[in-house]
């Protein structure tokens, strides 16, 4: 590490931006790999993350919802951090559900070939901390940091690698569990859509 590496990551923080259009052409799974190692990828035996955990608790997992990526079958799929690897868990969403659970009409949540959701075992971190803030209010506003830095992580991979994608934060809680068929202890926290800027 040195002096010409800060500059470069200046370089690279000053191109990120999101982008919300997408053209046809698939992504590849090593970017997409690359993406999600970004996001939460294993970086010593003793489980530690790209992405730094309160307490160490590392309550965020990563899943896509493939829809053109060279190399897979659509699908949703879940990363597995330590392996850092994925894993096919169900079928593709059906249209318009993604796009339904969101505030406003989020049409890139569907264009995207990829979607990546940063989901969190927010109840477990709510008890984790509740010694510390009896109402809950500190576990869960630590998921949502995590869930942060996990993202500017994935915009930065994704800025260096050429592509774009856009964060998405605006839809109804419920209804985005009920669209990514999570079940408990899972929560959705952010959604990351990514793909070949379009022009
Ligand atoms: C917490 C958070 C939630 C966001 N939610 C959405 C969203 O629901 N839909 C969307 O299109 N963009 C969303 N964005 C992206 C912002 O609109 C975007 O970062 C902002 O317009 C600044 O543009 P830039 O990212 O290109 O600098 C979100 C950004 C943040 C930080």
């Known amino acids: ?31 997409l790999e690359a993406f999600l190692y970004a996001g939460q990828g294993c970086t010593s ?26 190399g897979l079958v659509p699908g949703v799929y879940s990363y597995d951090s330590q392996a850092r690897k994925l894993v096919r868990t169900q079928e593709l969403i059906d249209d318009g559900v993604l796009n339904s659970a969101a505030l406003g009409d ?8 990829a979607v990546i959701a940063v989901v969190a075992e927010r109840q ?4 984790h901390f509740a010694s510390q803030q009896a109402d809950g ?7 949502d940091f ?16 050429g592509l774009g994608g856009v964060v998405v934060m605006g839809f109804d809680d ?9 079940e408990l202890p899972y929560f959705p926290v952010a959604l990351f859509c990514v793909g070949h800027p379009l022009n």
Do not use: C
């Open 1 to 31: 590490m040195s002096i010409q590496d800060a500059v470069l990551l200046k370089e690279l923080m000053s191109k990120r931006r999101s982008v919300r259009s997408f053209s046809e052409k698939p992504l590849s799974v090593d970017f």
């Open 45 to 70: 035996a003793d489980g530690r993350r790209t992405a730094p955990s309160a307490h160490a608790l590392f309550p965020l997992t990563l899943m896509v919802v493939v829809r053109h990526v060279d």
């Open 106 to 113: 989020e049409t890139w949540l569907e264009d995207a070939p």
């Open 124 to 127: 477990s971190a709510i008890d």
């Open 137 to 143: 209010l500190r576990g869960a506003r630590y998921v």
């Open 146 to 161: 995590e869930a942060g830095a996990a993202v500017q992580n994935i915009y930065l991979a994704v800025t260096a690698a």
């Open 174 to 182: 419920i209804k985005m569990k009920e669209a990514l068929r999570l």
